[in-house]
T-cell receptor, first 117, second 118 residues
Framework: KNQVEQSPQSLIILEGKNCTLQ??????????LRWYKQDTGRGPVSLTI?????NTKSNGRYTATLDADTKQSSLHITASQLSDSASYIC????????????????FGKGTKLSVKP | GAVVSQHPSRVICKSGTSVKIECRSL??????MFWYRQFPKQSLMLMAT?????????EQGVEKDKFLINHASLTLSTLTVTSAHPEDSSFYIC??????????????FGSGTRLTVV
């Protein structure tokens, strides 16, 4: 069964600290993996997208890694800010030919990050 | 980058009434649009996929007569929740995708609509 598991479920850190969020997946065949940031009451916003051949991708203070062999990804946030408080969702796509369906996107439940002053 | 506008952001309606939610791609043509529902502390759950000019494809367990989807143009899709009941209260999110090979082939999400049925 295609699944995306994220850990931890929630995390509290102090402003300025770094943190790493984890994503393990059992999706096959694999096409790409995306990390989204979702603020409370808002839609998800894309942070990074990685294909099978990419093992790291950065977007400002966000750095995502991908190990396609172990089917693991991480999202590292550097020098956290209060505005980083949000849910971070890992989404895995299972094939490249979408054919009009988004049913191949498998969403994790997200990690709720709280950055405290 | 690609922008998807979703309206309204919040709506409160009485039980038994219908509510329409709009999803617009502002700067690209969305050949495919998707509707999700998200309950508190849960993942986004795909409800249906719509391609411009054709009938929507609904996921298993989603009532097509209750959640009417229209995708009449390349920039607009609407979701109408008919005869809403309190259990339909949820956060509804759309996403849009451009044509294959286009710069907007990725998935861009709207800002969501919080529906409360009283």
């Amino acid at each position: 069964k295609n699944q995306v598991e994220q850990s931890p479920q929630s995390l509290i850190i102090l402003e300025g600290k770094n943190c790493t969020l984890q994503c393990n997946y059992t999706v096959s065949p694999f096409s790409n993996l995306r990390w989204y940031k979702q603020d409370t009451g808002r839609g998800p916003v894309s942070l990074t997208i990685m294909t099978f051949s990419e093992n790291t991708k950065s977007n400002g203070r966000y750095t995502a890694t991908l190990d396609a062999d172990t089917k693991q990804s991480s999202l590292h946030i550097t020098a956290s800010q209060l505005s980083d408080s949000a849910s971070y969702i890992c989404v895995v796509s299972s094939h490249t030919n979408y054919g009009g369906s988004q049913g191949n996107l498998i969403f994790g439940k997200g990690t709720k990050l709280s950055v405290k002053p | 980058g690609a922008v998807v506008s979703q309206h309204p952001s919040r709506v409160i309606c009485k039980s038994g009434t219908s509510v329409k939610i709009e999803c617009r791609s502002l700067d690209f043509q969305a050949t495919t649009m998707f509707w999700y529902r998200q309950f508190p502390k849960q993942s986004l759950m795909l409800m249906a996929t719509s391609n411009e000019g054709s009938k929507a494809t609904y996921e298993q367990g989603v009532e097509k007569d209750k959640f009417l989807i229209n995708h009449a143009s390349l920039t607009l899709s609407t979701l109408t929740v008919t005869s809403a009941h309190p259990e339909d209260s949820s956060f509804y999110i759309c996403s849009a995708r451009g044509p294959t090979g286009s710069p907007n082939y990725g998935y861009t999400f709207g800002s969501g609509t919080r529906l409360t049925v009283v």
